[in-house]
Nanobody, 124 residues
């Protein structure tokens, strides 16, 4: 059973940066695809980014160039570097782990394990 814990959220101003961390315990983390999703109030959970075994990375089209996902298997940690944040980035950010097929990588309900989420608020 893999357990995930996110951290690094907070309240920032537009244009600022944040780095989220997702630490895993209880499993062979390196064998999973780890993804970030986010959910704003009243909205569905949406895909942000994923890191697949072999070093393959994926992003929501709207976020390419501003967000960067990375992974440190020695620390069982996946990071999401978020730059030039905008008010529309305000959401609870979740990390998730699973073994989705490539075609399902962006589908939330494919992932087995979820963290509790960390709030990111971007406001002036």
């Amino acid at each position: 059973q893999v357990q995930l814990a996110e951290s690094g959220g907070g309240m920032v101003q537009p244009g600022d940066s944040l780095r989220l961390s997702c630490v895993a315990s209880g499993g062979t983390f390196s064998s999973y695809t780890v993804a970030w999703f986010r959910q704003a109030p009243g909205e569905e959970r949406e895909f942000v980014s994923a890191f697949r075994k072999g070093g393959y990375t994926y992003y929501a089209d709207s976020l390419k160039g501003r967000f960067l996902i990375s992974r440190d298997d020695a620390k069982n940690t996946v990071y999401l570097q978020m730059n030039n944040l905008e008010p529309d980035d305000t959401a609870v950010y979740y990390c998730a782990a699973g073994r989705p097929a490539l075609s399902a990588l962006r589908t939330a309900n494919i992932y087995y394990y979820w963290g509790q989420g960390t709030q990111v608020t971007v406001s002036s």
